[in-house]
């Protein structure tokens, strides 16, 4: 399976969106930043993964061993 871009980002409601770019749909909801991050991992599948920050500001995962 190819590996794929995702997002993590925080909604308004407090909730963590897992996504792909240009989607309207979030593919994971979560609780919690790391769980956030860990679901998007997955889905990447060794893609890179782009999570913002408190500040707004996005960083950029490559992928995780574990």
């Given amino acids: 399976m190819a590996y794929v871009t995702m997002y993590v980002e925080k909604r308004a409601d407090g909730r963590w969106a897992v996504s792909r770019p240009d989607c309207k749909k979030a593919s994971a909801l979560r609780d919690t930043k790391v769980d956030a991050v ?29």
């Fill in 38 to 66: 860990k679901r998007a991992h997955e889905i990447a599948n060794g893609g890179p993964v782009h999570i913002q920050g408190a500040n707004g500001k996005w960083t950029k995962e490559k992928k995780r061993l574990s």
